[in-house]
């Protein structure tokens, strides 16, 4: 079964801080990874979708890379603002199956 | 194009009472999925359709639960009886297939006490 792995659960840091998430994934037979935004009581925002075949994906601030082989992922947050503070997952899925497998989220907080 | 629409966005019942959880998928969207979010164990997934038929009830936690799809544009779960240990926040979520990723609505929060 794919287990899905976010490091760290939570993470704080000053704005205008460069960061990075990390996710990892037990099995590589995968066909996309998707990672979301979701602030308090609220539901889940996709930010980036990344295909198996891509390296990577960018949209405005944030930059997530895949490395299918090592079971790996990245979202890159640059020059972060206290509107990121959310907990962000990523969520991967797996060929031969319809629905996604999630990580347990990583809470981020930027402090102005 | 309005999204994924839940209804109710919070639900209180009473233990023993039947809750009805609604969902409007995107139009053209071929699947549809009910999610369980609770802090113990994150998100789990309850049940998928395609083309309003189920594919997957194995995450349904027990007879108590059940899901139905009449047709493209509605899906409903229903809990009966409910319970405590039901309290969570239940997510749909849309998809052309899972190469176009998914897209998820704000999710209805039930207490059930």
């Known amino acids: 079964k794919q287990e899905v792995t976010q490091i760290p659960a939570a993470l704080s840091v000053p704005e205008g801080e460069n960061l990075v998430l990390n996710c990892s994934f037990t099995?590589?037979?995968?066909?996309?990874l998707q990672w979301f935004r979701q602030d308090p009581g609220k539901g889940l925002t996709s930010l980036l979708l990344i295909q198996s075949s891509q390296r990577e994906q960018t949209s405005g601030r944030l930059n997530a890379s895949l490395d299918k082989s090592s079971g790996r992922s990245t979202l890159y947050i640059a020059a972060s603002q206290p509107g990121d503070s959310a907990t962000y997952l990523c969520?991967?899925?797996?060929?031969?199956?319809?629905?996604?497998?999630f990580g347990t989220g990583t809470r981020l907080t930027v402090i102005p | 194009d309005a999204g994924v629409i839940q209804s109710p966005r919070h639900e209180v019942t009473e233990m023993g009472q039947e809750v009805t959880l609604r969902c409007k998928p995107i139009?053209?969207?071929?699947?549809l999925f009910w999610y369980r979010q609770t802090m113990m164990r994150g998100l789990e997934l309850l049940i998928y359709f395609n083309n309003n038929v189920p594919i997957d009830d194995s995450g349904m936690p027990e007879d108590r639960f059940s899901a139905k799809m009449p047709n493209a544009s509605f899906s409903t779960l229903k809990i009966q009886p409910s319970e405590p240990r039901d309290s969570a926040v239940y997510f749909c979520?849309?998809?052309?297939?899972?190469?176009?990723?998914?897209?998820f609505g704000s999710g209805t929060r039930l207490t059930v006490v």
């Open positions: 979520a849309s998809s052309r297939g899972g190469y176009y990723g998914y897209t």
């Open positions: 099995d590589s037979a995968i066909y996309n």
């Open positions: 969520a991967v899925g797996v060929t031969g199956a319809n629905n996604l497998f």
């Open positions: 139009s053209g969207h071929d699947y």
